[in-house]
């Protein structure tokens, strides 16, 4: 089974190239998977399933 241990958002100051953006990318299975850069910061939430039969 695919296992995701982290997600992570970091926000950086390129002072070089006078950018500012964040990363947006997660760990799954020891391996960082990006998924994307954004010029705006992403809200974050937490939001829980119980699914019960």
């Known amino acids: 089974m695919n296992k995701i241990t982290e997600i992570r958002i970091e926000e950086i100051f390129d002072e070089e190239n006078k950018q500012h953006y964040y990363w947006i990318y997660y760990y799954k299975n020891e391996e960082i998977k990006i ?19």
């Open 35 to 53: 998924i994307g850069k954004s010029s705006v910061k992403p809200q974050c939430y937490t939001q829980i399933a119980r699914y019960v039969k």
